[in-house]
C-alpha cells in the first residue's frame, strides 16, 4: 500500500514532534485501503526498523486528544483503538477524508493529461522536408500561416512565362496549378534550407517549368534513395546546371 502525505503535516501540531509524526507517517504506509492498522507495536517495529519505544510513544501521543487539531473529530485524536479490549489495532480518523482529497486532485489531474492528449491528437501535423512529424501548436501555426500567406503574395507577383510557354492554365493568374505544386514539393524536398533558396527556385518554376519539374522528380528520387552527400539544397543546385537547356 502507498498513501499520499500532504504537506501541511509540516505546519501542524505534529511537527514539533518529530518522532511521532515519523511513527505517523509509518502507519500511514502500512494501513489498508480504508486506514486500518491492525499490527502490534512489535510488528510495527519490526517492519519500519524503528526502535520500540519509540513506537510506542509515538502511538501514545498520537492517541491523545489534541485541541489544535484540524479535525475535531474524537476530539482530535490521530488515531483510535479497533477494539477497546486489546491495546493494538488502530484506525487512522481522517484517512478516508485525505484519501478522498487525493482522490479528486488525481482524478483533476488526469482529465487535464486526457483534454492535453486529446487537443494535441486533433493538432493539425505537417512534414516538413526532413521527413518529422511537428505538432502545429498555436504558437507556431500563427508562423505557419505568415509564411503561407507570405509564399502566396511571392507567387501571385511572379510572371507566369512557365504557363505561357507549357500552353498550361494560370493558378490565379499568375501560376498554374502545375507550378504551384512543384514550388509545394521543392518546398519539402528542400526542408529548411528552402528559406535561403526560395526566390531562386519560384524564379526557377515561373520560367523553366518543364526543367523545374524534371529537377523535383530527380531530386525526391534522391532523397528516397539516400544519395544526398552534402544537403538537398546543393544536389539541386547541381541538377539545375545538369538539366540546362
Not at 23 to 41: I, R, S
Not at 139 to 147: D, F, L, T, V, W
Not at 206 to 216: G, H, K, L, Q, Y
Request: proline content about 4%; hydrophobic content about 30%.
Amino acid at each position: 500500500m502507498f498513501a499520499k502525505v500532504f504537506t501541511q503535516i509540516l505546519d501542524s501540531s505534529l511537527a514539533e514532534d518529530w518522532q511521532t509524526r515519523h511513527v505517523f507517517e509509518d502507519l500511514l504506509k502500512l494501513c489498508d485501503a480504508t486506514g486500518v492498522v491492525d499490527m502490534t507495536h512489535e510488528a510495527i517495529a519490526r517492519r519500519t526498523n524503528t526502535p520500540l519505544e519509540i513506537v510506542n510513544r509515538g502511538i501514545t501521543e498520537l492517541e491523545k486528544a489534541d485541541t489544535r487539531s484540524r479535525n475535531p473529530d474524537h476530539e482530535g485524536r490521530r488515531i483510535i483503538r479497533l477494539d477497546e479490549h486489546r491495546n493494538w489495532g488502530w484506525l487512522i480518523v481522517n484517512y478516508e477524508h485525505y484519501r478522498n482529497i487525493a482522490s479528486d486532485e488525481q482524478r483533476k489531474e488526469k482529465t487535464r493529461l486526457r483534454v492535453q492528449r486529446h487537443r494535441e491528437s486533433q493538432a493539425p501535423r505537417v512534414t516538413p522536408g526532413n521527413g518529422e512529424s511537428v505538432t502545429v501548436t498555436p504558437g507556431n501555426a500563427s508562423n505557419a500561416r505568415k509564411k503561407k500567406k507570405k509564399k502566396q503574395r511571392e507567387l501571385q507577383s511572379l510572371p507566369d512565362k512557365g504557363a505561357q510557354a507549357s500552353n498550361r492554365k494560370p493558378h490565379n493568374g499568375k501560376f498554374s496549378n502545375t507550378q504551384v505544386e512543384l514550388v509545394q514539393r521543392m518546398e519539402a524536398a528542400l526542408g529548411d534550407e528552402w528559406e535561403n533558396d526560395r526566390k531562386k527556385w519560384l524564379g526557377e518554376i515561373a520560367t523553366n517549368p518543364d526543367r523545374s519539374e524534371r529537377i523535383v522528380v530527380e531530386l525526391e528520387g534522391m532523397i528516397k534513395r539516400g544519395e544526398i552527400r552534402i544537403s538537398p539544397a546543393r544536389a539541386a543546385e547541381d541538377l539545375r546546371g545538369r538539366f540546362a537547356p
